[in-house]
C-alpha cells in the first residue's frame, strides 16, 4: 500500500469497515467486475484527483464509494421497481444515509452520478468529478482494459457474501 493508499484508507476507513459497503462484492456490476471493486475504483480514483485540484477530497472519496451502493442484483427485476438508471441511484443515497452522516455534497454527488442519463443534476465540482471519474472508470471495466479487483486486495478490502 502506498502512501496514497493509506490517505484513501484512513478517510474510508470506518465505511471500508461496514457490512453494507463490503456486500456489494457479491453484485456484479460491468460484466465480470463487482459493485465493491467498481466503488473503490471510483473512489480512489475520484480522491487522488481531486487532492491533486485542490478540492474537497474527502467527500469525493466518501461519494465515489457509496455512489452505487444501491445493494441488490441489478439483474433481478423484482429487486427494483423501474429502471436501473434512475433507481439505483436513490436506493445508493437511501442505504448511504442508513450507513453514514452524509453531508449534503455527498448526497448530491450519489444522486447525481449518472447525470445526464438520469437523477440529479450535479452541485459541486467534485459532484462532476465523481460523475466523470464514474464514466472513466466504467469505460476501462467494459473494454477490459484495468481490473480493479487488485486495487481493492492493495486496499486490503474483502467482499462479504451474504447471499446465496
Ligand atoms: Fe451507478
Ligand atoms: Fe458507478
Known amino acids: 500500500m502506498n502512501r496514497y493508499m493509506r490517505e484513501f484508507v484512513n478517510t474510508t476507513g470506518e465505511l471500508l469497515d461496514s457490512d453494507q459497503v463490503r456486500m456489494m462484492g457479491q453484485w456484479k456490476h460491468h460484466g465480470p467486475i463487482t459493485t465493491l471493486d467498481h466503488s473503490l475504483f471510483v473512489a480512489y480514483l475520484s480522491f487522488r484527483a481531486a487532492k491533486a485540484l485542490g478540492m474537497d477530497e474527502v467527500a469525493a472519496a466518501r461519494g465515489g464509494l ?23 441511484p436513490r436506493a445508493a443515497a437511501r442505504n448511504a ?68
Open 66 to 88: 457509496l455512489h452505487d451502493l444501491y445493494l441488490y442484483d441489478s439483474k433481478d427485476k423484482s429487486a427494483h421497481p423501474g429502471w436501473q438508471c434512475f433507481d439505483h
Open 97 to 164: 444515509e442508513g450507513l453514514t452522516k452524509l453531508s449534503a455534497k455527498e448526497r448530491n454527488i450519489i444522486l447525481s452520478h449518472m447525470w445526464p442519463l438520469g437523477g440529479a443534476l450535479p452541485r459541486s465540482r467534485e459532484a462532476w468529478l465523481v460523475d466523470l471519474v464514474d464514466t472513466f472508470c466504467a469505460g476501462l471495466e467494459v473494454f477490459r482494459i484495468y481490473h480493479p479487483a487488485k486495487l481493492r486486495r492493495r486496499l486490503g478490502v474483502c467482499p462479504l457474501v451474504t447471499v446465496h
